[in-house]
C-alpha cells in the first residue's frame, strides 16, 4: 500500500479517513517514517499536531489495542517519536518524567537528536532557579530507576551468550557513580569510564558513544541551576575591556577584530568582487561600465556595505571565530555536526563559523554530498515542493517525460544549484537572515572555497558592477 499521499494531506484528515488503516503494517511504517523525520528535522508544530491527533484517535478507538496488538505497539512506540520531539513545550512534570524513566533508550538511538538540547530549552521556561533544581531530581531519579535494557554487551571468547544479558540504564548509572561518583563528570572522566569499564569496553562503537551520551546528560543532571556551571541561561559579558558570554561556566570571549584584518577582509572582498565580475556578470555590463570611475564608485559602494555587515554584533563574533581558530576548527565531521546543532538551536554564529571552516578546508561538496542529513532533508523540501506543483496541476501525466526535481538532485545532491538553494532556505527561512546578509555570508563563504581551489562553489554570489549591489548566481 502507498503512502505517498502522507504528504499531501493535513493531519487531521489522515486520521479521520483511513480508520482501519492504520492497522496495516506498510501503513504504519510510513507514518513511522514520517515521525522520524519529524525528530531529526526538529519539526515541533507538525508533532504536535500528529501526536494530538493520534490521541484523539485512540482515545475514540479503544477497540484498536485489541483487534492489532502488535500494531499498537508499534503506534505507542512511535508516539514515543514525537513526545520527545516536543519535550520542551510539555507542560506537566509528569509526562518528563515518564519519557525519563520509561522510555530513554528510543531518545539515545535516534540519530542527530539532541536529549540535552530538548531537556536544557524546557528547564528555561522555569524562570525560578530552584523550580529547574527541583526537577533535576525527579528526573535523575528517574534515570536511575530507568529498568530500560541497553547496550548489546559482546560476549568474551568462549562465554556463554545469554539471552538479557544487557544491562539496564539505572544499572550503568550505578556503575558510573561508583566509579566517578556523584559530581560534575568532564570529558576526561567520561572517556576514562568508557576505557576501563569492563561492560563499557565490549560494546559497539555506536553504543558507546550513545552512552557517553547518557553519562554527560546525568551529569547536567547533578549541576545545581544556582551555580554558574549549571546555570541554564547564556550570561551575556558588554564590559569595555571584556567582552563575551558565560555559558554552563566557561566564558567564551568575543575577539575583536582589529584593523589589520578588516583591511585585510576589505582586500579580499575587492578581489572575489572583481573575480566574480570576470566570470559571473553579463557581458553587455562589461563593456557598458561607463569607464574607471563608475567601476570605482560601485566597487567602493559594495566595499562599504561589507565592511558595515562585518561591524553586525552576530557577523562580528562569527568571523572572529573563523579567525581565532585559523579556519582549522574540529575536524570535518565535527564542524558538519555542529552546524547541524547550530541550525536547530538558531544559532547563527555557529552556523556560519562551520560553514566558513569547512569552506576554507576546501571540503564544503565533499561534506555535504556524503551527509545523509543534508541529502534526507532536502530531498524532503523537494517533495513537499512537487506535491504543491502536482497538486495544481491538472492531468495524469505532469512530469512523465522529464526526470521530478527529486531525481535530478539525488543524481548530484551537492550541486551548487541545490546547495545554494538549502544554503537561502537555512539562512533566510530558518535563521531569518535578512536577504542582503544572507548574500554577504555566501559571498565570505564563496571566497574561502576560491582560496581553497574549490571553484564549483567560489562563484554561488557575486557583486554587480552595474547596480552595486550583491546578486545570487541562480
Not at 71 to 94: C, E, G, N, P
Request: hydrophobic fraction near 40%; glycine fraction near 6%; proline fraction near 3%.
Amino acid at each position: 500500500m502507498s503512502t505517498a499521499f502522507l504528504k499531501s494531506v493535513s493531519l487531521t484528515d489522515l486520521l479521520t479517513q483511513v480508520g482501519d488503516k492504520l492497522g496495516d503494517v506498510e501503513f504504519l511504517d510510513g507514518l513511522k517514517r514520517r515521525a522520524e523525520e519529524m525528530m531529526f528535522f526538529g519539526y515541533v508544530a507538525e508533532s504536535a499536531a500528529l501526536l494530538n491527533d493520534l490521541n484523539a484517535f485512540l482515545h475514540a478507538s479503544p477497540e484498536f489495542a485489541i483487534r492489532y496488538p502488535e500494531q499498537y505497539h508499534a503506534l505507542q512506540r512511535m508516539m514515543v517519536i514525537l513526545r520527545w520531539t516536543v519535550f520542551h513545550t510539555v507542560k506537566s512534570d509528569t509526562e518528563a518524567i515518564d519519557l525519563f524513566a520509561h522510555h530513554l533508550v528510543q531518545a539515545l538511538e535516534s540519530e542527530g537528536f539532541d536529549i540535552w538540547e530538548k531537556v536544557k530549552a524546557w528547564f528555561l521556561t522555569y524562570p525560578l532557579l530552584d523550580d529547574r533544581d527541583r526537577l533535576k531530581v525527579v528526573l535523575r531519579e528517574a534515570l536511575e530507576k530507568n529498568q530500560e535494557p541497553f547496550g548489546q554487551i559482546a560476549p568474551l571468547l568462549g562465554e556463554r551468550v545469554l539471552m538479557n544479558s544487557a544491562l539496564t540504564i539505572g544499572q550503568w548509572l550505578q556503575r558510573v557513580v561508583v566509579k566517578l561518583g556523584k559530581k560534575i563528570y568532564t570529558a576526561l572522566d567520561v572517556n576514562s569510564f568508557l576505557s576501563s569499564d569492563e561492560q563499557a569496553r565490549r560494546l559497539p562503537t555506536k553504543q558507546q558513544e550513545q552512552l557517553r551520551t547518557l553519562i554527560t546528560l546525568y551529569g547536567h543532571l547533578l549541576k545545581s541551576s544556582l551555580t554558574l556551571e549549571g546555570m541554564e541561561d547564556a550570561i551575556p559579558i558588554d564590559e569595555s575591556d571584556i567582552k563575551g558570554t558565560i555559558r554552563e561556566g566557561k566564558f567564551e570571549p568575543i575577539k575583536e577584530i582589529d584593523e589589520v584584518k578588516i583591511k585585510k577582509g576589505l582586500q579580499e572582498m575587492r578581489e572575489v568582487i572583481l573575480h566574480a565580475l570576470g566570470e559571473e556578470a553579463p557581458a553587455d555590463i562589461v563593456e557598458n561600465l561607463g569607464g574607471e570611475a563608475k567601476r570605482d564608485f560601485m566597487v567602493n559602494k559594495m566595499i562599504k556595505k561589507y565592511e558595515q555587515w562585518t561591524l553586525d554584533t552576530v557577523i562580528a563574533p562569527a568571523l572572529a571565530q573563523l579567525e581565532q581558530a585559523g579556519g582549522s576548527g574540529a575536524n570535518e565531521e565535527e564542524e558538519l555536526n555542529g552546524f547541524y546543532s547550530a541550525v536547530n538551536k538558531g544559532d547563527i554564529v555557529g552556523v556560519l563559523t562551520c560553514l566558513w571552516r569547512l569552506a576554507r578546508r576546501g571540503s564544503l561538496k565533499q561534506s555535504f554530498g556524503k551527509s545523509e542529513r543534508f541529502v534526507k532533508y532536502w530531498k524532503h523540501q523537494l517533495e513537499k515542493r512537487e506535491s504543491r506543483i502536482m497538486n495544481q496541476e491538472s492531468g495524469d501525466n505532469v512530469g512523465a517525460l522529464h526526470a521530478t526535481p527529486v531525481q535530478e538532485f539525488l543524481k548530484d545532491p551537492a550541486a551548487p544549484k541545490y546547495f545554494l538553494a538549502f544554503l537561502k532556505h537555512v539562512l533566510i527561512d530558518r535563521l531569518k537572515l535578512t536577504e542582503e546578509s544572507a548574500k554577504l555570508a555566501v559571498l565570505t563563504l564563496s571566497n574561502e572555497c576560491r582560496k581553497a581551489g574549490d571553484e564549483e562553489y567560489a562563484h554561488l554570489a557575486y557583486g554587480d558592477l552595474e547596480t552595486g549591489e550583491f546578486k545570487w548566481n541562480a
